[in-house]
């Protein structure tokens, strides 16, 4: 059986799944709770600064009758006293020695008021602290959070007044609220960061109703932006990870990796390990389906591991860094074409619709008989036709350039697949051809010269 322990900057826990600094972790009772259900580890909700927080807090996002793909939050960071937090902090880590105990932390940028409280978290007997460079709301406007994370020397700045006073591993949570994520990064790593994790919730205003005409979440008739989490930002939380682990920096550092930002299923998980995550933090699919869903993760994640003959979670990390690629490194002469499972389709014919009005024009609709139907008929319609039976789509692969859209539109998995077929191009890079024949690159007669000698047919 797999082993799912981890050491992740010397802080250890049983399985590699923590909660993230959010409602989840808002008290003693609710990790306790987490706790007995699994989890590895949690990271207490923001303690600090003095806040009020106000209602309505969140707001979702909802398509396809799929509720919570996303929620907005302009929630601040724990309302409750922090003498009641640190008490409950140390409570909890003396119940549970074997799981990973970490505090979140965001205070004014002043190194006195820094020292204070990392020494109160000390006393706890914490594992480690998080400082928290990502709120993009409410605290940012007072110079802290993003305001901190957005600007590489203030972030160099207040870590280094961190770990300069404490013995604890110190991680920074970075803010995807940024250009260049690496620029913070190497500004964690200046300060002395032990660790990095991220990402924090994204800038947003999630919707605004068409009824009442208002902001959503509205209090007391007035919105604001707040931080977007939830599965619908998994993407784009892995490719700001990808640029991390591929940063020449970062890599040289040796610093782990916390990866959060979407996380739903052990499927997730597994993905940000894959690009070299060495623990993750889960924040609102436990808002969505409570905390037993650890259970999944954690069963998930070991069957998985060993059917592929992973036997600890650093057998995982990283092992899909390699494939993270830029384009100008891509092969040119790669080709692919989407081929159609009759068996399994069931004549929705949307890959038609999506192909002929926004791609390619390389899928045909054939009546029963194999005939061509003429290019008008209008699916919505019906007609005579139907009486013979739902024309069926058919891709001409000559044409087919490989975009995929027609297999990304398909409602049914495994219906269209994207194949590799032969290719008699040559196999190129565009860096290669930038660097060999610039001209190609660069004229648009030289570009239409060379796709003519090599067989790079448009379509």
């Given at each position: 059986m797999a082993d799912l322990s981890v050491n992740f900057a010397g802080i250890r826990a049983p399985n590699p799944f923590w909660l993230a600094s959010a409602p989840p972790t808002n008290?003693?009772?609710?990790?306790?709770?987490?706790?007995?259900?699994?989890?590895?580890?949690?990271?207490?909700?923001?303690?600090?600064?003095?806040?009020?927080?106000?209602?309505?807090?969140?707001?979702g996002l909802s398509l396809?009758?799929?509720?919570?793909?996303?929620?907005?939050?302009?929630?601040?960071?724990?309302?409750?006293?922090?003498?009641?937090?640190?008490?409950?902090?140390?409570?909890?880590?003396?119940?549970?020695?074997?799981?990973?105990?970490?505090?979140?932390?965001?205070?004014?940028?002043?190194?006195?008021?820094?020292?204070?409280?990392?020494?109160?978290?000390?006393?706890?007997?914490?594992?480690?602290?998080?400082?928290?460079?990502?709120?993009?709301?409410?605290?940012?406007?007072?110079?802290?959070?993003?305001?901190?994370?957005?600007?590489?020397?203030?972030?160099?700045?207040?870590?280094?007044?961190?770990?300069?006073?404490?013995?604890l591993p110190v991680i920074v949570k970075l803010t995807p609220n940024i250009t260049r994520i690496t620029e913070p990064a190497h500004a964690a790593l200046a300060g002395g960061a032990n660790a990095l994790s991220l990402i924090n919730t994204i800038n947003s205003i999630m919707k605004v109703d068409l009824d009442t005409l208002q902001i959503t979440p509205s209090i007391g008739g007035r919105g604001t932006h707040g931080g977007y989490a939830g599965p619908a930002v998994k993407p784009i939380a892995l490719n700001l990870l990808s640029e991390l682990v591929t940063d020449e920096g970062v890599r040289r550092s040796g610093v782990p990796i916390c990866g959060m930002g979407g996380i739903q299923t052990w499927r997730d998980a597994a993905e940000f390990l894959l690009l070299g995550a060495t623990s993750v933090q889960v924040c609102t699919a436990a808002m969505h389906y409570g905390y037993r869903i650890v259970e999944d993760m954690i069963d998930g994640l070991s069957n998985w591991m060993d059917d592929k003959g992973f036997a600890t979670i650093d057998d995982v990390a990283g092992r899909a860094v390699p494939q993270v690629s830029t384009f100008g490194q891509l092969d040119l002469g790669y080709q692919a074409v989407a081929r159609i499972h009759a068996d399994k389709c069931i004549g929705c014919n949307l890959c038609y619709v999506a192909c002929n009005d926004t791609a390619h024009q390389c899928i045909d609709l054939h009546d029963p008989a194999g005939v061509r139907v003429d290019p008008g008929y209008d699916l919505r319609a019906g007609g005579k036709e139907v009486s013979v039976g739902r024309p069926r789509p058919v891709i001409r692969e000559s044409?087919?350039?490989?975009c995929?859209?027609?297999?990304?539109?398909?409602?049914?998995?495994?219906?269209?697949?994207?194949?590799?077929?032969?290719?008699?191009?040559?196999?190129?890079?565009?860096?290669?051809?930038?660097?060999?024949?610039?001209?190609?690159?660069?004229?648009?007669?030289?570009?239409?010269?060379?796709?003519?000698?090599?067989g790079f047919e448009i379509h």
């Open positions: 008290s003693g009772a609710q990790i306790h709770r987490a706790f007995e259900y699994g989890w590895g580890g949690a990271v207490w909700k923001t303690i600090g600064a003095p806040v009020l927080n106000i209602s309505n807090r969140y707001s396809g009758g799929q509720r919570l793909l996303a929620i907005n939050n302009v929630e601040l960071i724990s309302d409750r006293p922090l003498e009641v937090n640190l008490r409950e902090i140390a409570e909890v880590k003396r119940m549970w020695p074997d799981r990973a105990v970490i505090v979140s932390a965001m205070v004014d940028a002043d190194p006195k008021v820094w020292r204070d409280i990392v020494m109160m978290i000390e006393d706890t007997g914490a594992d480690g602290i998080e400082l928290n460079y990502g709120c993009p709301q409410g605290m940012s406007e007072r110079g802290m959070g993003a305001a901190v994370g957005q600007v590489p020397e203030m972030c160099e700045l207040n870590t280094h007044w961190v770990t300069s006073v404490t013995r044409d087919c350039v490989g995929a859209l027609c297999a990304n539109v398909c409602p049914v998995d495994g219906c269209i697949e994207m194949v590799s077929v032969p290719s008699h191009r040559p196999h190129v890079t565009l860096d290669q051809l930038s660097a060999q024949q610039p001209a190609v690159t660069q004229q648009w007669g030289a570009m239409e010269a060379f796709r003519a000698e090599n």
